[in-house]
């Protein structure tokens, strides 16, 4: 049983030792589709909620006027 479970590990270690040496990727990459982290929405996001904030501080200015 030791032989079988050191021979499976060396060769999942030489398996993965040639991947590397060819090149090819060992992690996938991201897939940025259907999440909340794409960089090229990060951008509209800031804009959005920089507009939400001025809106908001607006309506506090309005608000504390007297009048």
Do not use: I
């Not at 270690?13 to 909340?36: I, K, M, N």
């Not at 809106?55 to 309005?62: F, K």
Request: negative net charge; hydrophobic residues 35%.
């Amino acid at each position: 049983m030791k032989r079988l479970l050191f021979g499976v590990g060396l060769c999942v270690a030489a398996a993965y030792g040639w991947r590397r040496l060819v090149g090819e990727e060992a992690e996938p990459q991201p897939s940025w589709t259907g999440t909340d982290n794409d960089p090229e929405d990060l951008g509209s996001v800031e804009d959005d909620l920089l507009a939400r904030t001025r809106e908001q501080a607006a309506r506090e200015q309005a608000e504390a006027e007297p009048g």
